[in-house]
């Protein structure tokens, strides 16, 4: 069964740093694509980041950019979110995701962690 | 970047009701395009991608269609576990983007 679990999560205060990490099992993890998704209070989801196999190509939305970085460590079948100079508005739920066999759509889903940004 | 506009944003339906969410881009994505549903507190569930193409597990009920700007989920018989909320997302570019959700409610 895939599971994605992820961690990390918390109350930070504006310009703090955060490192989420994502756990994941049941699956062949070193092979697969890996996203970060959020979800502000009562808000849709966006997109934030994704991260190939072996850790060389990474995209990011424009409004993380040089702020925050993804990782991954194949051999510990983790995923990780680097949340730098972080905002008030960066505050949500943050869903680890694994890219589908077919296109860049999520298949699988974590539980989310919850990220708070306030003083 | 790419927009995706849903409609509408909430839908009132009874059970056994045939229910269409539209989905939006603004420039064509040809069929990289995925539904989600989603319940209160829970993580997105992958319904359809491709537009059409249903996901192991959900049930035949639920239907995608549409190519290039215009995209349609339809559920020919709402059933009570499909009240929630329903995501579009296109994967044809770079930032992937999300309609801002439907939610369909009693």
């Known amino acids: 069964e895939v599971q994605l679990v992820e961690s990390g999560g918390g109350l930070v205060q504006p310009g703090g740093s955060l490192r989420l990490s994502c756990a994941a099992s049941?699956?062949?993890?070193?092979?697969?694509?890996m996203s970060w998704v959020r979800q502000a209070p009562g808000k849709g989801l966006e997109w934030v980041a994704n991260i190939k196999q072996d850790g060389s190509e990474k995209y990011y939305v424009d409004s993380v950019k040089g702020r925050f970085t993804i990782s991954r460590d194949n051999a510990k079948n983790s995923l990780y979110l680097q949340m730098n100079s972080l905002r008030a508005e960066d505050t949500a739920v943050y869903y680890c995701a694994r890219k589908g066999t077919a296109g860049r759509y999520s298949d699988y889903w974590g539980q989310g962690t919850q990220v708070t940004v306030s003083s | 970047d790419i927009q995706m506009t849903q409609s509408p944003s909430t839908l009132s339906a009874s059970v056994g009701d045939r229910v269409t969410i539209t989905c939006r881009a603004s420039q064509s994505i040809s069929s990289w395009l995925a539904w989600y549903q989603q319940k209160p507190e829970k993580a997105p569930k992958l319904l359809i991608y491709?537009?059409?193409s249903l996901e192991n597990g959900v049930p035949s009920r639920f239907s995608g269609s549409g190519s290039g700007t215009e995209f349609t989920l339809t559920i020919s018989s709402l059933q009570p576990d499909d009240f929630a909320t329903y995501y579009c997302?296109?994967?044809?570019?770079?930032?992937?983007?999300f309609g801002g959700g439907t939610k369909v409610e009693i």
């Open positions: 049941g699956f062949t993890f070193s092979i697969y694509w």
């Open positions: 491709e537009a059409s």
């Open positions: 997302q296109q994967y044809n570019s770079y930032p992937l983007t």
